[in-house]
């Protein structure tokens, strides 16, 4: 049996048609739908406003006054994503000077408690990257240039390490003669240790020879 399209259903104390106002003043393709009121078998009062039912760019909300107080949470959220940064700057721009409060990673929280994502058109992608995941977590409402900057810095950065990685080792200049002065000296008569050693030696035991009295002298 075929199930009509799901409408997420917003629980509001009393602000059910200032929210649903104000949030279709923020996308195209957006109106009130219908208006519900209260009658005589309430449980609000007569006349009041219960049940609104809105379009947010083509999609079906609906709000309710309950007349209690249901605290909202970020843990659902609104997922808006924006073609441009232009539309993520004002989008941003409105829920602030209505009162929204700045969460972190591009969510605010509207005045009416209902939490939103802003989000730029292809941050998926870059905060696949560690770089650019590292930039958004940085930020609270999103740029997706600045995001983009850090990605391509780092991509350019991995592919210098790799090209330097890639080349030879240069040989230091003389090290192939040192190396055979030292193949010598080891097949020589000092075979046993360092030329220099024996060569001290011997000066030493001539010098002594030379300073040594004969006895009685």
Excluded at 14 to 24: G, I, L, R, T
Aim: proline share 7%.
């Amino acid at each position: 049996m075929p199930i009509k399209p799901i409408a997420p259903f917003l629980w509001l104390k009393s602000e059910a048609e200032q929210a649903a106002k104000f949030y279709v003043s923020l996308f195209p393709k957006s109106k009130i739908v219908k208006i519900t009121r209260y009658g005589d078998a309430g449980p609000g009062p007569k006349g009041e406003v219960m049940v609104v039912d809105f379009k947010l760019n083509g999609q079906t909300f609906i709000a309710l006054n309950g007349n209690t107080y249901h605290p909202m949470s970020p843990s659902v959220s609104l997922f808006v994503t924006c073609k441009t940064q232009a539309e993520v700057n004002t989008l941003w721009k409105k829920i602030l000077k209505k009162g929204g409060r700045t969460l972190a990673c591009g969510w605010i929280t509207d005045p009416y408690g209902i939490t939103f994502q802003i989000v730029p058109d292809g941050i998926m992608e870059l905060i696949a990257k560690p770089a650019g995941m590292t930039a958004m977590m940085h930020q609270i409402k999103l740029d997706i240039n600045e995001i983009r900057r850090k990605v391509q810095a780092a991509d350019q950065a991995e592919k210098a390490a790799k090209k330097a990685a890639a080349k030879p080792a240069k040989k230091t200049p003389g090290a192939g003669v040192s190396k055979t002065k030292l193949k010598s000296v080891s097949s020589g008569p000092y075979a046993d240790g360092c030329p220099a050693g024996h060569l001290a030696s011997s000066r030493t035991t001539l010098e002594s020879r030379r300073t040594t009295k004969p006895i009685g002298a």
